[in-house]
C-alpha cells in the first residue's frame, strides 16, 4: 500500500501530539515506545522511521510544547493581558487539563533529567518568556518570581487530593502575584 506524500509527516505529528499529552498525564518515562506507537495505531517497529530514539522523541515534544507555551504566554502584552494570562494559568481548568496544559509544571522533572541539549531549549525558552513578562513589569526579577512562583503554584495544586485546597492554593498565589504587581 502506497501512502501519500504527507503521510509521514502527518504521522509524526500525530505521534508527537499523542506522546506529549500522555508525558504530561503519566510522564514520559513510564510509557515505552510500542504504548506510544499503539495510542497512534501503529507498531512499535514504526517508530524509528520517525525518531532515532525516544530520546529525540521527548526532544521534539520539549521543543513543540515550549514553543506552544510561549505562543500563549509570551508576546507583547500589557498588565490587563498578563492579568488574564495569569487568572488562565493559575485556574482549576489548568489544574485538571495536564495534556493541554504547560509543559514545564508536568514535565518539569524529566525535562531537569535530561541532557544538556534538552535543558537548555527549555532555558532558552524560558528566558523568552521571562524578558516578555519582565518587559510587561518593568523589573527582571519580578518576572522570575512570577513565573516560578505559577509554575510551583501548579505543581503543588496538582499534588493535593481536594478541590477546595487546590483552588485556595490557586487563589492565594493569584491574589500575592497581584499584590507585586499592582
Given at each position: ?7 509521514k509527516?502527518?504521522?509524526?505529528e ?14 514520559f ?33 520539549v ?6 507555551s ?15 494570562c ?93 499584590k507585586?504587581?499592582?
Amino acid at each position: 500500500m502506497r501512502y501519500s506524500a504527507n503521510h509521514k509527516l502527518e504521522t509524526r505529528e500525530k505521534l508527537l501530539h499523542s506522546s506529549a499529552a500522555s508525558a504530561k498525564r503519566c510522564g514520559f518515562s513510564t510509557v515505552g515506545v510500542d504504548g506510544l506507537m499503539k495510542a497512534v495505531g501503529l507498531s512499535g517497529g514504526a517508530f524509528y522511521s520517525h525518531f532515532s530514539s525516544k530520546d529525540e522523541l521527548f526532544a521534539s515534544i520539549v521543543e513543540r510544547e515550549l514553543g506552544q507555551s510561549m505562543t500563549r504566554l509570551g508576546g507583547d502584552q500589557d498588565l490587563d493581558s498578563l492579568d488574564r494570562c495569569l487568572r488562565q494559568y493559575l485556574s482549576m481548568a489548568h489544574v485538571e487539563n495536564v495534556e493541554t496544559g504547560c509543559a514545564l509544571p508536568a514535565l518539569g522533572a524529566e525535562i531537569a533529567r535530561s541532557d544538556e541539549a534538552v535543558r537548555q531549549q527549555a532555558q532558552d525558552w524560558i528566558c523568552r518568556l521571562q524578558q516578555s513578562w519582565a518587559q510587561t513589569l518593568g523589573s527582571d526579577a519580578l518576572a522570575w518570581a512570577i513565573l516560578s512562583q505559577c509554575i510551583g503554584a501548579l505543581v503543588v495544586a496538582r499534588m493535593l487530593a481536594t478541590p477546595d485546597i487546590q483552588r485556595t492554593v490557586l487563589k492565594s498565589s493569584y491574589d500575592e502575584i497581584r499584590k507585586q504587581i499592582s
